[in-house]
């Protein structure tokens, strides 16, 4: 008997999870959009110190984590035997709360951004979610070309990120909204930029402002170029964020 495949692309998905978004960055109470990474039992110590770094650094969307053992189940999937699970914050959560306070953000792409010296310079390779069924900075991550690690040592590399729009005429209503998730811990914005000006080298649509999101699986990268087995599915589901505790709190 034949059966029927549904596609979807990740831009459907991305949408399904900012309206499934609940958070609220003032009561920190609700659901928040995450990603699910196994690896094996082994690296574990390696692992979260790289975890760790990545947070410290500010390569990360938040510190906020969840970490599974045997049987634990997460969006249908199961960490098994001698495995451990990181459940980490997935970068669509600040579209979804952007959502949720009445500022739609469009999803323009993921891609690498170039850093010199510190300083993001352009995006360079970029994939669009609209022609993709997987998350594009899954695609460029499973391609090995990131430089995580180099920016990390001499502030100069290639790191994950997305370009999200929105309407210049929220302005005030987003740097206020990204002021609470700061406070409440979400961290993840690499730039805002003017309205009607180009940000990392890439021109917005008019009467928008480019809003420059830092991967969410940029942690990931790291562990990967230090050659340590990881598999990742991003953007897995939402989860309630009392279930997730600070990286810290795991020591």
Request: aromatic share 6%.
């Amino acid at each position: 008997m034949q059966k029927n495949y549904c596609i979807q692309f990740t831009s459907a998905k991305i949408e399904d999870l900012m309206f499934r978004t609940t958070f609220d960055p003032v009561t920190r109470e609700g659901k928040v959009v995450v990603n699910l990474s196994i690896i094996d039992k082994k690296d574990f110590d390696d692992v979260m110190g790289i975890f760790e770094m990545a947070i410290n650094s500010g390569l990360s969307v938040s510190p906020f984590i969840r970490i599974l053992h045997e049987g634990d189940n997460v969006a249908g999937i199961s960490v098994g035997p001698d495995e451990v699970g990181f459940v980490t914050m997935c970068s669509i959560t600040i579209d979804g709360i952007l959502l949720k306070k009445g500022v739609f953000v469009n999803p323009r792409f993921g891609g690498l951004v170039e850093i010199k010296d510190g300083t993001p310079l352009r995006f360079t390779n970029v994939l669009t979610e609209h022609s993709n069924t997987i998350d594009p900075l899954e695609v460029l991550m499973s391609q090995e070309m990131t430089s995580v690690t180099e920016m990390l040592k001499t502030g100069s590399g290639k790191i994950l990120a997305n370009l999200r729009e929105a309407p210049m005429v929220a302005r005030d209503d987003i740097d206020r909204i990204l002021s609470d998730m700061m406070d409440a811990g979400i961290t993840g914005i690499l730039e805002v930029g003017e309205p009607n000006t180009r940000i990392l080298d890439v021109p917005v649509e008019r009467d928008h402002l480019g809003i420059v999101v830092i991967g969410g699986t940029n942690p990931m990268a790291i562990v990967q170029e230090h050659g340590i087995g990881i598999r990742t599915n991003a953007m897995s589901t939402a989860v309630d964020f009392r279930e997730l505790r600070h990286i810290h709190e795991y020591r």
